[in-house]
């Protein structure tokens, strides 16, 4: 079983921003040592249909999925993927640097990097000799 860390990104719900018709999009996140790594699957959404905000200490990611049928001539017989909405909201730790998180989309995942501050990275102490 996987050790407990300290969490540096939490689960929330913004009410104002939340629909009820929202998917919760699946989100996988990894430590690494300067920070954090947020992967979370919008099939269906370009990058002009994605949206991620940091607004007092939340990070939001919205989405809007769209998916074209292939032609006039087919009929649809079964639907796994619907258009929607997706909507993920994280309470973000003072560890995260929120002036430096970046983001990047690609084939329908997004990838949301979220540095760790300065503060809280691990550093090696010199140790002086007094004499």
């Not at 919205?62 to 006039?72: H, I, K, Q, Y």
């Not at 760790?116 to 691990?122: D, L, M, N």
Request: aromatic share 6%; net charge negative.
């Amino acid at each position: 079983m996987a050790q407990d860390k300290s969490v540096k990104v939490k689960t929330t719900v913004s009410a104002a921003e939340a629909a009820e018709d929202a998917f919760s999009p699946l989100v996988d996140i990894y430590e690494k040592d300067d920070g954090l790594v947020l992967v979370a699957d919008v099939p269906g959404a370009s990058k002009g249909d994605i949206s991620v905000q940091v607004d007092k200490g939340v990070l939001t990611l919205a989405a809007e999925a769209r998916f074209d049928v292939p032609g006039e001539a087919y009929s649809r017989t079964y639907l796994s993927f619907e258009p929607g909405r997706f909507f993920r909201a994280f309470a973000l730790s003072d560890e995260i640097d929120r002036d430096r998180i970046t983001a990047t989309v690609s084939k329908g995942v997004l990838t949301v990097e979220l540095p760790k501050a300065e503060a809280a990275r691990s550093r090696k102490i010199e140790i002086k000799v007094l004499e």
